[in-house]
């Protein structure tokens, strides 16, 4: 069945860091691709998505992801994270069924230090 | 900016009876669906609706599961008889038809349900 896994569980960070979060699914036929995030309090937002074209997507406050499809992966990246990047980050991916179900991964809670 | 509303926020039952979650999609989105995530685990499809029927349900969403867009503007899940295991935040998304099925989803705030 189709999987999403998310290395990291909790990152805490300082302000200025540079972010990587893990992202790896199992399917190996034509995925769209999407990074959720969730600040306190507040429901699930789009970051960014992958559907074709430049593997390298830019999404909105100066977050980016990149597809790598040898290696079936969708990392995030910033390089340098505010305070207000402490959230909760989800990456999902829908595939064969042709329903749009999203199949989220664990999610990864990112703290940044003031 | 047009948002996907859920109602209520919380809502505590007692095992065995039957909630309605109700949610208002964006106006012009024709999917809908529905997820939960279980406190600590991960978000879980439950069921996706367009053209007013289910599209795909997950083994979660059993014969206790049912879902409805009653009016054309509310999308609705009931759990007929609740169980201690059916605590969970359940989200309500919609899409449009921009890419088809893999057009981003647009999730709401969330209904916290707890089965006591």
């Known amino acids: 069945a189709q999987s999403v896994s998310q290395h990291n569980h909790h990152v805490i960070l300082s302000e200025a860091a540079s972010l990587e979060l893990g992202c790896n699914y199992s399917y190996g036929g034509t995925v769209n691709l999407f990074w959720y995030v969730q600040y306190p309090g507040q429901h699930l937002q789009l970051l960014l998505k992958y559907f074709s074209g430049d593997p390298l997507v830019k999404g909105i406050k100066g977050f980016e992801a990149e597809f790598i499809k040898s290696k079936f992966s969708f990392n995030l990246r910033k390089p340098s994270v505010q305070w207000s990047d402490t959230a909760e980050y989800f990456c999902a991916v829908n595939g064969p069924s042709n329903t749009g179900k999203l199949i989220f991964g664990q999610g990864t809670t990112l703290q940044v230090k003031p | 900016e047009p948002e996907v509303t859920q109602t209520p926020s919380h809502q505590v039952t007692q095992m065995g009876q039957e909630v309605i979650l109700r949610c208002v999609p964006i106006s012009n989105h024709l999917y809908f669906y529905w997820y939960r995530q279980i406190l600590g685990q991960k978000v879980e499809f439950l069921v996706s609706?367009?053209?007013?029927?289910?599209?795909?349900k997950s083994e979660i969403f059993d014969d206790q599961f049912s879902v409805e867009r009653p009016d054309g503007s509310n999308f609705t899940l009931k759990i007929r008889s609740t169980k201690l295991e059916d605590s969970a935040m359940y989200f309500c998304?919609?899409?449009?038809?921009?890419?088809?099925?893999?057009?981003?989803?647009?999730f709401g705030p969330g209904t916290r349900l707890l089965v006591l």
């Open positions: 609706f367009y053209n007013n029927e289910i599209s795909e």
């Open positions: 998304a919609s899409s449009d038809a921009g890419q088809g099925v893999g057009e981003t989803q647009y």
